[in-house]
């Protein structure tokens, strides 16, 4: 007998082989256990996660002479035709090959003749996607009423194509990708069998390449056992895959994090000179940062990772530098620059730039942080003297307008707690302090300073903002302030106050820190 290639030797032959769909053949052994078998079942899921395979051995079960429990036997004349593609009962169908109504009326013409071995004829029809609409409506009322010996099993990779009134009459199983600790653990148990010495680097390589296809990784080992002999290792998997080796990935990245752009340039000129795929550069370090961004919620839970424990500890190392604004900003770089690659004339250029643009974006400050940066601020400032630099150029309005607020002010206290009701006992013993030409101070009983958080939530704010903007007619800011709060500092004798008193003052200091400013003049 020739050669058989790994897929094919290490193709699961009873559900206990199959790999990473464990939710799918329990389903189908208690199904098989209790007899409550659908007439049609349809196998959804990218390539190389098992549909087809599933497909076969819940044949085998179904028709098994001695059959234990859900598993096949794999032995009995039954089992062993269905594995050749010999037995008479198990009909397998390309459906990209045969997908036009003739086709289909011909098994449509054959469904009515009983099994000749098993108890069960069964038609498993791949890529069924590929059938016609014609086709589809051919077979809709067998399907929907076959006779009782009959079974269809369809797989497809594009559930999508296939039409609802198909997918109505069918019970659907999602099988997914297949981790990558998965696909690592078969690939070791498959090198053992088959004598080769593969290390660990290169079967996470294999796996990482594999993209939750087991199929593809054992045809990519076949093909590295070609090229290097039984010893393989992490290089040969990179070199004939155009992959790049996780050092790279994460130096890449610890480049893109702290702004190094030199050390990304220069790993971009290796990635090119090794003729690495740039496009696949790009999808590696989508899916680096998307760890990231993971493993910044995560925490300590790690359940969402399918990588190796040491990989999860450089994540966490690297997320520590960052924020999920930034590392969000990154990751929208990079899927800018992997839908433009496939068209640039310059993929190294391109991969450059986009790199570049993300090291900026990692290292500048996001909205979000200035806005909590200067709401910190605003929470630490002390009104009497922050707001003298603040409105140092703020017109103030005459004081007769601040008069004139606090005579209308019982009436405007019960426009506030109109629209602020749950605020009533805060607002009824306030009083303007200040009023400018931007903002108004108003003062709190010192009695509800506990309370002075809940005053301050938005919905309150924002009614009393648009109350007072209606009286003074220009819009306005507030903020509220003790009744016992400190006095404003003394002037000098000139009349001007000192600026040493404002320099030493701390919420002054963490201002003029924040912005790199200094205190020009101070205006009474």
């Not at 498959?190 to 593809?216: P, Q, Y």
């Not at 409105?391 to 004139?404: A, D, H, I, M, T």
């Amino acid at each position: 007998m020739g050669y058989e290639v790994l897929a094919r030797k290490w193709r699961p032959q009873v559900f206990a082989d199959v790999v990473g769909q464990d939710h799918v053949i329990q389903t189908l052994h208690n199904a098989i256990k209790t007899e409550r078998l659908a007439h049609a079942y349809l196998f959804v899921g990218p390539r190389g996660t098992g549909k087809t395979t599933t497909a076969r051995i819940l044949a085998k079960a179904l028709n098994c002479q001695n059959r234990t429990g859900a598993e096949p036997c794999d032995e009995c004349e039954s089992c062993k035709e269905i594995v050749s593609g010999s037995s008479l009962d198990v009909i397998e169908i390309d459906g990209a090959s045969n997908r036009g109504i003739a086709d289909v009326q011909e098994l449509r013409d054959n469904v009515r003749y009983a099994p000749v071995r098993g108890p069960f004829k069964i038609y498993i029809i791949d890529e069924v996607h590929m059938l016609t609409r014609e086709a589809f409506n051919a077979i809709l009322k067998t399907l929907e009423e076959p006779p009782a010996h009959v079974k269809f099993f369809f797989a497809t990779t594009e559930p999508q194509k296939v039409l609802t009134t198909i997918l109505s009459r069918c019970q659907r199983f999602d099988l997914r990708r297949i981790s990558v600790a998965d696909i690592t653990f078969q690939l070791k148990k498959i090198a053992r069998a088959e004598e080769l010495t593969v290390s660990e680097d290169a079967l996470l390589a294999i796996a990482r390449g594999a993209e939750g296809g087991l199929r593809d990784a054992e045809s990519a080992m076949d093909q590295l056992v070609s090229f290097r002999g039984k010893t393989i290792e992490e290089a040969d998997v990179l070199s004939v895959f155009g992959l790049i080796s996780r050092e790279q990935l994460e130096g890449i990245a610890g480049g893109i994090l702290s702004g190094d752009i030199p050390t990304i340039i220069q790993a971009t000129a290796e990635i090119d000179k090794s003729g690495k795929d740039m496009q696949r550069v790009v999808l590696e370090l989508l899916d680096h940062f998307r760890n990231l961004l993971i493993v910044l919620h995560a925490g300590e839970k790690t359940d969402a990772f399918d990588l190796p424990e040491a990989q999860i500890e450089t994540l966490k190392a690297q997320a520590a530098k960052s924020t999920d604004g930034r590392l969000l900003r990154i990751v929208d770089l990079l899927i800018d620059a992997d839908s433009r690659m496939r068209y640039a004339l310059s993929k190294r250029t391109l991969l450059e730039a986009a790199l570049i643009r993300a090291s900026r974006a990692a290292t500048v400050a996001t909205i979000d942080e200035l806005m909590k940066q200067v709401a910190a601020l605003k929470s630490r400032s002390v009104p009497t003297t922050a707001d003298a630099p603040a409105e140092s150029g703020v017109k103030k309005k005459p004081s007769n307008e601040l008069n004139r607020l606090k005579e209308g002010w019982s009436k405007r206290i019960e426009q506030f707690i109109k629209g602020a009701p749950q605020a009533k006992p805060y607002l009824m013993d306030t009083v303007p302090l200040r009023v400018t030409e931007t903002h108004v101070t108003i003062g709190i009983d010192p009695e509800f300073a506990s309370e002075k958080e809940s005053l301050e939530n938005q919905r309150t704010i924002v009614f009393i903002q648009k109350t007072l903007t209606d009286f003074l007619e220009r819009p306005v800011s507030i903020d509220f302030e003790m009744l016992s709060a400190k006095p404003a500092p003394k002037p000098m004798s000139n009349g001007a106050p000192d600026k040493k008193q404002y320099y030493e003052n701390p919420a002054v200091r963490s201002v003029l820190e924040a912005f790199s400013g200094d205190i020009e003049t101070v205006r009474k």
